[in-house]
């Protein structure tokens, strides 16, 4: 029992969008697991952290109450939960740590093609399809606009042709499900991807040096997805302009090159993408022997 008390639980989406990218997360960041023999816990092998997998919904609840200390979820879903906890009085919430990059969607009003929507005024008096309640309802009472909410649990793009609403209000990614709903996007009120949350009690000192490793290592793998480590020899006349083309480096590491007085060598790690484009700026610059290679891990 003690045991188990020192160990990590993060909440992850059993089944779905979220998954697979949040499993592949947590491997980055030096997690090796086994899986359970129900399916629904992975124990961690080389770290005190296991893996819970349940539905999305109950993420925030799980987190909320304790029962996991960290929680992997939409942004949709988090915002939705913290107005609900809101709403039952709850004073201490769950926080977000931190946004990730995946999971990327948006919550949008979407109406019948024949409809014109000219603004927020549009949805006055309408009855408003979707599984976002609470966001939906600060969002009308923010604009002073009365409007009735249609709660549906799924399938909200079928409220129109259904008569059961006038519009509805729902995730959006490439927009084919509205399309083939005969639906537009109307309106976007929220920008959603996969974000980190952490439960509201503190943690003990025995788990909270590992919660900190991991966030520090989730930022890690967060800031090498976009990072290059660049290598080129450079003109010393030209090194000015060449660090000024650098895109997202901090201060390079230069060094001497055997045998040749008027080139250097530039080491430098950049936190950008490095495009064709800055290779030709760089080399229109006088650089030369370029290498632009992936970052495997990255610590502050
Ligand atoms: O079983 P469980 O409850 O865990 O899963 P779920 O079915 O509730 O969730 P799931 O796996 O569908 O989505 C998990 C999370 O992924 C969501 O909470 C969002 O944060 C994120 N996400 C990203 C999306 C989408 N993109 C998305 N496109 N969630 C849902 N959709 C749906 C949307 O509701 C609509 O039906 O996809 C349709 C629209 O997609 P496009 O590409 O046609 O525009
Ligand atoms: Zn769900």
């Given amino acids: 029992m003690e045991q188990q008390d020192t160990r990590i639980k ?88 931190t946004p990730l990059d995946y999971g990327h969607c948006r919550l949008s009003f979407a109406v019948p093609d024949e409809v014109t929507y000219t603004g927020p005024q549009s949805l006055e008096g309408m009855r408003i399809a979707t599984t976002y309640p609470r966001i939906v309802s600060s969002y009308l009472e923010a604009q002073g606009i009365n409007g009735t909410i249609v709660k549906f649990s799924g399938a909200v793009e079928i409220a129109p042709s259904l008569g059961k609403a006038d519009l509805i209000c729902d995730l959006v990614s490439s927009g084919e499900t509205l399309r083939a709903h005969n639906l537009y996007e109307a309106e976007t009120i929220l920008e959603s991807s996969a974000a980190l949350i952490r439960t509201p009690i503190e943690a003990t000192s025995q788990k909270a040096e590992w919660i900190q490793r991991l966030l520090q290592r989730i930022q890690g793998v967060l800031q090498v997805k976009e990072s290059k480590y660049i290598m080129l020899h450079a003109p010393k006349s030209a090194l000015e302009e060449i660090r000024a083309l650098l895109p997202g480096s901090e201060a390079p590491t ?47």
């Fill in 254 to 300: 230069i060094i001497p090159l055997e045998g040749c007085d008027d080139k250097v060598a530039v080491h430098a790690v950049c936190k950008e993408n490095v495009f064709w484009e800055t290779l030709e700026e760089l080399k229109e610059a006088g650089a030369s022997s370029m290498l632009v290679i992936p970052v495997e891990k990255m610590l502050a």
């Fill in 10 to 97: 993060i909440a992850v989406q059993k089944s779905g969008r979220l998954t697979e990218h949040s499993i592949e997360l947590l491997v980055r960041c030096g997690l090796s697991y086994s899986k359970g023999r129900d399916q629904l816990i992975c124990y961690g092998e080389n770290m005190p952290v296991d893996i819970l997998l349940v539905r999305d919904d109950d993420i925030p609840s799980l987190v909320q109450e304790n029962t996991c200390d960290l929680g992997i979820v939409g942004i949709n879903i988090i915002e939705e939960c913290w107005l609900s906890f809101k709403d039952q009085g709850e004073s201490t919430l769950f926080s977000q740590v």
